[in-house]
């Protein structure tokens, strides 16, 4: 057996066991069964698996997941995210992550067609006010999840209710 596959099983059955740990109960986290699934099928070429959040602009609650997927999954996956209709991240999500010490800089807004094929899994994190994000998923996306999350800066109110929200995502 290829060194890179058993070290990939190795190390994503100790990566599936501490999941709920490591992920501080997020609603980001991935799924006990997506991680079976997926992480035991690793090629011999590639041990990382490539996830991708998705949400309409790419500015808010995908910004959120790629940090905390590159946090605490980027040992296991290649972590991205995308919009279909990206634009910038927001200026209140810059703020909101730096105070939870996470690094920024790095951060830009991506379209699906800058994330390099394929894709093992895509989670879409649109409410259903916005779902078109999930409509131009193609075959390239190799499981499709959603984890509906309703968008932080569309929220009416100020910016302390659209903080409270972006805790609600984060968590």
Known sequence: VDGCVVGCVRTNTMFAAGMARRCHQSSLNLETHIIQRTLFT????????????????NSCRSQIAEVLGNKYLSDIFEVHSAGSTPTSPNPLVIEFLQNKGYATDALYSKSYADIEKPVHIAIALCNEADMECSSFFDESILERRNWSQIDPIKVDGDKEAKLTVMEDVYQ
Request: glycine letters at 0%; proline letters at 0%.
């Open 42 to 57: 690793t090629s011999t070429t590639d041990c990382k698996r490539r996830v991708l959040f998705v949400c309409v602009a």
